[in-house]
T-cell receptor
Framework: GDSVTQMEGPVTLSEEAFLTINCTYT??????LFWYVQYPGEGLQLLLK?????DKGSNKGFEATYRKETTSFHLEKGSVQVSDSAVYFC???????????FGTGTRLKVLA | KAGVTQTPRYLIKTRGQQVTLSCSPISGHRSVSWYQQTPGQGLQFLFEYFSETQRNKGNFPGRFSGRQFSNSRSEMNVSTLELGDSALYLC?????????????FGEGSRLTVL
């Protein structure tokens, strides 16, 4: 079945370090891809999305590119801040299914 | 603009009991989805409703049920609770009737089954 695999956490970085969180998916078609973020004590919120191959989603300094060839949607940020500490979820969705398939989440901790 | 509101935020039940969770979507949103979040499994899709109709259901036993009212508010019910039902139950609403639409999540209802 369709699934999303994320790198295991937690990921601990120093402030201003480069961030990569890997996400790969298995799907029988071409889904839309998403990154959601969950800050401590808050609900999930959309960080960025891409709806077709080679699209790049970006927001708040984060970027991810929809790579059909490698079925990946890795999240990157050039310089993380303490305020980026959160749990990041990769997800996919297909037209007409009305559901999202989420990865297990990757916890990021940024130290000052 | 008010966000997605879930009640209650915390509850403790014992095995065999039942529980009802409520979700009020953002005004104007007609799609409401429910997810179960656990540390090991991440978010698992329970069901989605649009205009009082269930359009999709996840792989959960029949003890899990839901409904949506004409004002788009939704409830989910879990009967005959088991220890493994302990989780954070998240409700999400959406404006767009599309797989590319953004989901807006509530803060969740944390259920503990003893």
């Amino acid at each position: 079945g369709d699934s999303v695999t994320q790198m295991e956490g937690p990921v601990t970085l120093s402030e201003e370090a480069f961030l990569t969180i890997n996400c790969t998916y298995t799907a029988t078609g071409y889904p839309s891809l998403f990154w959601y973020v969950q800050y401590p004590g808050e609900g999930l919120q959309l960080l960025l999305k891409a709806t077709k191959a080679d699209d790049k989603g970006s927001n708040k300094g984060f970027e991810a590119t929809y790579r059909k060839e490698t079925t990946s949607f890795h999240l990157e940020k050039g310089s993380v801040q303490v305020s980026d500490s959160a749990v990041y979820f990769c997800a996919l969705s297909f037209s007409g299914t009305y559901k999202y398939i989420f990865g297990t989440g990757t916890r990021l901790k940024v130290l000052a | 603009k008010a966000g997605v509101t879930q009640t209650p935020r915390y509850l403790i039940k014992t095995r065999g009991q039942q529980v009802t969770l409520s979700c009020s979507p953002i005004s104007g949103h007609r799609s409401v989805s429910w997810y179960q979040q656990t540390p090991g499994q991440g978010l698992q899709f329970l069901f989605e409703y649009f205009s009082e109709t269930q359009r999709n259901k996840g792989n959960f036993p029949g003890r899990f049920s839901g409904r949506q009212f004409s004002n788009s508010r939704s409830e989910m019910n879990v009967s005959t609770l088991e220890l493994g039902d302990s989780a954070l139950y998240l409700c999400a609403s959406s404006l767009a009737d599309s797989h590319t639409g953004e989901l807006f999540f509530g803060e969740g209802s944390r259920l503990t089954v003893l």
